[in-house]
């Protein structure tokens, strides 16, 4: 299917860092209630539901699982004190994206290759769920990343799926006060025609660059802006 915007799998990932960037500038320096903070958090809901999208895919094409998920691992490590600082202005058991997309690699890899009954990788993923409570996008994008793997050759199913769940993650405005302050989050409802409509499944160029680009970039920028907020607003 030809698309009217195409986008290789290196030009979405910048797109969703970009969209990262706008959100976590907000977090830091723009009140949510705000009509700006809303449009930069409402750019920013594109980040976690698309890199579940690309770890899924990343699943289906590495080589090497075991040292895809050590890599994850390592730089969830990394990534702790700059977000939890981030977060929280201290050090604590807060980590950040990059560790529940460590924990979605280990849901996706024991349902997939896991010699267990059903009812166990059912207890699996739901153990991973709870361990993901520590971690930004928690639960949601342990199960987007698994539906995203179950259902990658189904679109229909796919989207259902991930709608159905984005559903629970906008329950936040029943809770916010006032309820207006978590409109923020249907911008996760951009994520389907992102990529549905503009991803053409291309990995792009393969330098090294852009595969460690990411990595490098979420904890350096969680630190400069941590310490930035707290320069600015001491």
Sequence with gaps: ???????????????????????????????????????????????????????????????????????????????????????????????????????????IWLWDKGTYSPSVKVWGIIGLCLLSLFGDWAIFDVLYALFFFLYRKNPKDKWTAFCIIALFCCADIFFAHPWWRALFQFGIFMVPPLIQFCYNGESGSKKPFHKWFFYVFYPAHLLVLGVLRWVVLA
């Design 1 to 107: 299917m030809t698309k009217s915007f195409s986008l290789n799998r290196n030009q979405l990932k910048y797109l969703v860092i970009a969209a990262m960037l706008i959100d976590h500038i907000a977090w830091a320096f723009v009140p949510t209630a705000s009509l700006l903070g809303q449009i930069m958090h409402f750019i920013g809901r594109l980040t976690g539901p698309t890199m579940a999208y690309m770890l899924a895919e990343g699943y289906c094409h590495t080589r090497n699982v075991k040292r895809y998920a050590l890599r994850l691992g390592i730089f969830a490590l990394i990534s702790w004190i700059p977000f939890s600082y981030f977060e929280h202005g201290k050090i604590g058991l807060h980590f950040g994206v990059i560790y529940t997309l460590f924990l979605s690699l280990l849901g």
